[in-house]
Structures are given as structure tokens and as C-alpha cells.
């Protein structure tokens, strides 16, 4: 759990950092969902932190620089994958939906005489 | 056709569907640890519908064999980004070792690489010390000991770097049998695959082909082009055709200035593998281009040191009273280090010609032993823009800074490559491998996983901009 104690931010954003990529690579979704919670409260302290505190979050801002750089690659990386996973999915419902009336041109139930009950 | 007749018919036909999907499903089993095995779906064909006083029945379904369950873009996508990680990674395994060769106190190499640095210090501070007494003796062969183990650090890192593009060079001619190999077995297998479909799923052939072009991905960067009949054309990035269906075309080096080069047929393709990917792009993206770089900044940094000493030392006096070639061109030469004719190749060449240190010019033009104008001035080179309009010692402490920025940047592309490669198998083994996890849970992992890191990122992205740029606002509003 992310607390700030004092001017002490605890774990270090990096290791924060790293675990998000991480997760997002294994797409671990629990985990995601926890973090992005922890990060909302950790946005709320650091509205209210004095001088102190913004100057370690400055040095821990520094030091996660690399790290963020490769969070936002994955995530990009990963939308891209979205992309390409959401277009595998489209295709296999068009193809679940009508697959013999597509192959054969045969529709399943041909109505060869009115069916409105008026004949 | 009768009614009861048809009926049983309707029935027998889905009794026997069903005991084939079973069939379907106990293989699917059977194979579960099957590396690379394809998950198998049965295919459900409606019968011919019956016709009973002019009003058409449905006579049931049949199953007609079984199509893997694989997906082509996801499969390509997946490749792609193994190419890319493969080619990252390999880089970085050779960045990392020229880097290890220039991190100070490595121990390690006994190039004496990463001394580089002290050795300029060391070197110019030797004239400084020469500035207080220019006639002792021990102080001028302090110089030329100062000198020798700097020309013989920077010949040394030369020495090395050029070992490991050597090294390179052969560990990527030895992926061209690898890739000959699996070149050949993908267009068999697309002869054989070919003659299967379109009449029924190629199944294991086809898990086979792309174990294949799985491993081909991981060696060099590749189009794949789906031909008739579920065959398949293969090409490098640059479109040269590597496999036509069920004919491949092997590839072939030869030396080329020393370095192997990859031919198709008679045609180069070198500098298309190395922007294209795979291990192969990697080996060649670090051997003709990182390296290069390296030894260049090594040829800058000898030949701005050899040429700017020799000159000032030309121009003074030695201990003997004699002139340099720069106080008068007919006297001998009072070189330093041996005079290099270009920058190329500079550094390999670094060495000390000077043997004897009354030779030394610590005195300026016409001026008398005792004098150590000339010292003072030389000590002064090591602050001088006499490398590339750079001192020698920020010269070198460049290069190793932007030695060690791109091991950083291709470290961090390797990360992300490796990640999303990571994502892909997880999806593909949802989606293609036998398990019981349906497609829609793997899906909706990913969006979910998407999202949540999208507002994890959002976030720390924010406070992070805030704190470096202002250091004030940090709350996302």
C-alpha cells in the first residue's frame, strides 16, 4: 500500500512504476485496478504536501523517468495489441453469425409459400 | 422421401456429429501439452433441406472435420514483435559488452578501456608537473610513461571493440544455416499444406509452419503473403523473396572489406536485414552501426591528441637546444606518439615513437633548457578544444555518457518489446493453445488490464510532470 509518511513516499515511485509495467505485461487486471486506486490516494496527498515533500517527489520523479518511458511504450504496445485482438474478434463474430447462408448462399429456413397464417 | 425415414435420418446424422466433435474434443485433450498444438474446432454443416409436399424440412447438421483454431493476424502480430524484441535484445547483449569495456575500475577486460579517462588526466598533468622543473629527468619520463599507457588504453579499447565486431560478424553468419533450414522446411510443408487445404483445416502442418515462422521471426524480419490455397510467400521486410511457396531461396555470404555480407541470389540484402529485425538485424545493427560509432569517437580522440601534441611539442625546444619541424622543418621530428595520416583507424595505430625524454620540448622556440614555456603550453592542450572542438577529457566523457544513453534506450525498448510479446503469447495461448479459458474472458482481460494501466499512466504521468517541471501542482484535477 502506497502511504505517504511525512515527506517519506513509501514505495518509491519507480517500484511503483515497474510493478505497472509489469502487470501490464502479464496483464495481470487485478493488480492494475488496485494500483490506479493507490495512485488516486496518492494524488490526493500530494495535493496537500508541503515544500519538503514536493522536493522528494521531485528527486523520485527523476529517478522513475526511465521507467515511466517504458510504462508508456508497453502501454502503447499494448493498445496496439487491443487493436489487432479486437480485430480478430470481429472477424471470428461475422463469421460465427453467418457462416453456411456466406458459404453456400443457402439460407436455412427458404420461405417457398406465405407463412402470415392468411392463406 | 418419407417422413419417418427422414426423421431417422435427421437423428442418426446428429448422433453421429456429435460423436465426431467428441472425437474433435479428446484430441484437443490428448494434445494438451503438445508444444505449439492448435487447438481443433469441429465443422458443423447444415444437411440439405428435404422437400415434403412442397414445404422444405431441415434434415440436421454433419460435422466435416476440424479447423484449428488460429488466427493469422494475431499470429503475424506476434511474429512482428518478436522480431522487433529479438532485435533489441540482441543489440543490447553487444551494447552491453562495449559497455562493460569502458566502465571505469571493470577489472574485467585488461584493455584498460574504462582508464581512459585518468589516463588524459594523467597525461596532461605530467606536463604541469614538468612546468616546475623542465630539466629533471624523472618528470620527463613521467611524460612518456603517462603517454605510452594512454596510447596503449586507447589501442587497446580499439583492439577489443574491433575483437567484438569480429565476434559479431561471425555469430551472424552463423544464422544464416539456421535460416536456410527453416526457409526450406516452411515451403515443404506449404507444398504439403497446399495440397491438404482448401478441401479440409491443415491442422498439425500448419502448427508446424508456424513453430516455424515463429523461430524465422526470431532470426531475421520478415512479410509473410498467403497465397493460394493457404500456401504462403515469404520475403524480407524489403520485400526479397526468401520462400515462394513450396520453393525457397537460400541465403549466401560472402566477404565484403572484411565484413560477411548476405546475398539472395546475387543480390545484397545486408542493409535490409539490419533494419529488418530478428537476432540477425540485431547482430548487424550493432556490428555496422553501434560499433562503428564507437570506434570512430575512439579515432576522433587519437588523432586529436597525437596530432595537437606532436604539433606543440614540435614547436619548442628540446633539453638538447634543438627545435622541432615546427620551429624549423628541416630539423628531426619531435613526435610524441606516432603521426597518424587520417582519423580512420587512429586509435589502433595510437603509440608512443619517442624514446628518448630529452627529446621533450618543455622549452619554447629559441628559449634556453631552463625555459618551460612550451610545457605550460602543452599541459594547456588538455583543456583545449583539440578533439572534434572538445577538450580530450569532455570529449571522452561524451562519448561514454552517450555510449551509456543508448544502452539505456535500447534497454528500454527491449523492455516494452519483451512485454508486449508477453501479452501476445498470453493472448494467443487463450485464444489458439488448448486450455479451457474462453476467448471473451482473454479479451476482456486485456481491456480491462488496458484501462486500468491507462489510468494508472495518466496519473503518474501528471504528478511526475508536475514535480520535475514546476514542483508545485501535483494533484490531477
Known sequence: MLVNCGHRINPELRELVVEASLALARLDAERLEELALACRALNRDFAGMGGDGRG??????????????????????TRANLEVMNRVRERRRGGLEYPAWRSTGWAPWPLTEKCDGND | MGTISSAFSLISGALDADQSALSVVSNNVANANTPGYTQEMPNWRENNP??????????????TGATSVRDRILAERLNQQQQSAAASGTRLSALNAIQTLFTPDSGSTGSGAGDIGSDITGFFNSFSALEANPTNDALRQQVLSTATTLAGDISNAA???????AALDQEAAGVVAQVNALTAAIAQL?????????????????????????????????NQITTENNGLSITTTSGQTLVSENSDSPMTTGLVNGVTHFFVGTVDIT???????????????????????????????AYGIATAVNTQNNAGTNLNGVGGTGVNPANPSLDIFNAPAAVAGSAVAMSV????PNNIAAAGPAAGSGDNS??????????????????????FSNFVTMLGATVAQVQTENTAQNASVTQLQNQNNALSAVNLNDEAVAMQQLE???????????????????????GVQTAVS
Request: aromatic share 4%; no cysteine.
Open chain 2, 374 to 395: 612550451n610545457a605550460v603550453a602543452m599541459a594547456g592542450l588538455g583543456d583545449s578544444g583539440i578533439v572534434n572542438g572538445g577538450s580530450p577529457s569532455n570529449f
Open chain 2, 353 to 356: 615513437v619517442m624514446t628518448d
Open chain 2, 159 to 165: 583492439n577489443m571493440v574491433n575483437s567484438q565486431r
Open chain 1, 56 to 77: 522528494e517527489l521531485r528527486r523520485q520523479a527523476h529517478d522513475a523517468s526511465r521507467e515511466m518511458d517504458i510504462f508508456g511504450r508497453v502501454l502503447n504496445a
Open chain 2, 50 to 63: 428435404v422437400s415434403i409436399n412442397g414445404i422444405q424440412y431441415g434434415t440436421g447438421v454433419s460435422q
Open chain 2, 448 to 470: 480491462r488490464s488496458y484501462q486500468a494501466a491507462s489510468q494508472v499512466f495518466a496519473i503518474l504521468n501528471t504528478i511526475m510532470a508536475s514535480a520535475l517541471n514546476m
Open chain 2, 271 to 301: 542493409s535490409d536485414l539490419s533494419a529488418g529485425g530478428g537476432s540477425l538485424g540485431g547482430y548487424l545493427t550493432a556490428r555496422d552501426q553501434d560499433i562503428p560509432q564507437v570506434l570512430n569517437s575512439l579515432d576522433e580522440l
Open chain 2, 190 to 222: 506449404n507444398g504439403q499444406i497446399q495440397s491438404t487445404s482448401p478441401d479440409k483445416d491443415a491442422g498439425v502442418l500448419e502448427d508446424q509452419r508456424q513453430q516455424d515462422l515463429s523461430k524465422l521471426s526470431q532470426l531475421i524480419g520478415i
